[in-house]
């Protein structure tokens, strides 16, 4: 059942054409599993300890070009595809702010700090979850698959810090996100920041 998306690149006229690249399905599941894991390990760190703060980069990092793709590509194909797609999407909305207002004071580390994002990104979790099996229910492979290629390509251009007051909604978040991301990216490449999750798999 094909269900009316965002603006994408248009695809192959033929009925059995399938384009390259994975299910936003499937790239949002992974992505979650994978800020799971550094999550709970940032939770386990003691402030005090020297891998704390590198951890939480790398989280941080991770959760807001995360965060940001999403509300880019997932939330307006949830609004335009699922009965209550507005209303998910703007709870969602409302988890995410609440989750990057808590990243934003990662630079005041204190005791349980890492347990309350944990807690923050596992409430982001269980809330996409329920909308992702929705989107799953009524979009053909292809329009996922294009919107997983869409949800990629928006986050090597989104901020590796957390912005909670940039615009949350289409258009406006395609336009200030990116260029908000390009100043994270030289405050990042000046300060030696890490902000891959395959920086910490090398250590």
């Known amino acids: 059942m094909s269900v ?26 992974e992505e979650h599993r994978r800020i799971a894991a550094v999550a709970g390990e940032l939770a386990a760190l003691d402030p005090d300890e020297p891998r704390w703060r590198e951890v939480a980069d790398v989280f941080a990092a991770a959760v807001s070009r995360h965060l940001s793709a999403e509300e880019q590509y ?3 194909a949830l609004r335009r595809a ?17 989750l990057l207002r808590a990243l934003k004071a990662v630079d005041r580390a204190g005791p349980g700090q890492g347990a309350e994002l944990l807690r923050g990104w596992q409430r982001h979790v269980t809330a996409v979850e ?12 292809a329009e996922l698959i294009r919107l997983g290629n869409r949800l990629e390509i928006a986050e090597e251009a989104a901020p590796t810090r957390p912005h909670p007051g ?8 395609r336009i200030v996100e990116p260029a908000v991301g390009v100043v994270d990216k030289v405050r990042d490449a000046v300060t030696g920041r890490r902000t891959r999750l395959e920086d910490l798999d090398r250590d």
């Open 4 to 29: 009316p998306l965002p603006p994408l690149p248009p695809a192959a006229g033929d009925e059995g054409y399938r384009p390259g690249g994975r299910s936003l399905v499937d790239v949002v599941d």
């Open 74 to 76: 997932l939330y307006p």
């Open 82 to 98: 699922l009965p209550d797609g507005d209303a998910l999407a703007d709870r969602e909305i409302e988890t995410d702010t609440a």
């Open 130 to 141: 329920p909308a992702l099996a929705g989107l799953r229910a009524v979009a053909t492979e």
């Open 166 to 173: 940039t615009p949350a909604t289409a258009p406006w978040n």
